[in-house]
């Protein structure tokens, strides 16, 4: 059987979401490979980092976080361990390491400049996926108070 022009089956570059080596591939694509980590992203998926309050709409705006991300800790590791996919949802367990390059930019606007300091800190992301298995959101979880510790760094309260 043949597809019919008008209505093409995509071609999958990535694991689906409820594949087995989807972690793997999905923490690899985190750690150095922008171009391949907007393969698992929707046109219009969303990614949303709870921590430091970002959204990011669309694979430019993913893409555009991703290098920051790299940019900031150019020696990221990101592994994804236990993984659970069904009904289009997926929750995943992570962790990030790396060595920090440049100033932290905080919620509040306040610039950490921690740089040459170690993190690695554990989180959760919790996403939702398509009947092609691109994910049309990501909501990463993680304690920014724990790699502010890990990095030394130290907020003062703005009364003092």
């Known amino acids: 059987m043949t597809s019919s022009p008008t209505s093409p089956t995509p071609s999958r570059t990535t694991p689906h979401p409820s ?9 690899i694509a985190w750690s150095n490979d922008p171009d391949a980590l907007l ?3 929707a046109p219009d998926g969303v990614y949303r980092d709870i921590a430091l309050d970002g959204t ?14 790299l940019s900031f ?18 929750t995943s ?3 990030w390491s790396g060595t920090v390059r440049g100033p932290l930019k905080l919620r509040t606007g306040e610039l950490v ?16 996926y398509d009947d092609d ?6 909501d990463d979880y993680w304690d920014l108070a724990t790699v502010l510790y890990q990095v030394g760094a130290r907020i003062t309260s703005p009364t003092g």
């Open 19 to 27: 594949d087995p080596g989807f972690a793997l591939a999905y923490g």
């Open 39 to 41: 393969e698992f992203f």
């Open 56 to 69: 990011y709409r669309g694979r430019g705006e993913v893409g555009r976080f991703h290098r920051f991300m």
């Open 73 to 90: 800790a150019p020696d990221s590791h990101i592994e994804f361990g236990e993984t659970w996919a069904a009904g289009g949802g997926l």
């Open 93 to 95: 367990r992570w962790g």
């Open 113 to 128: 400049d921690v740089a040459g300091a170690r993190f690695s800190v554990p989180g959760v992301a919790v996403c939702t």
């Open 133 to 138: 298995g691109l994910l049309t959101g990501h």
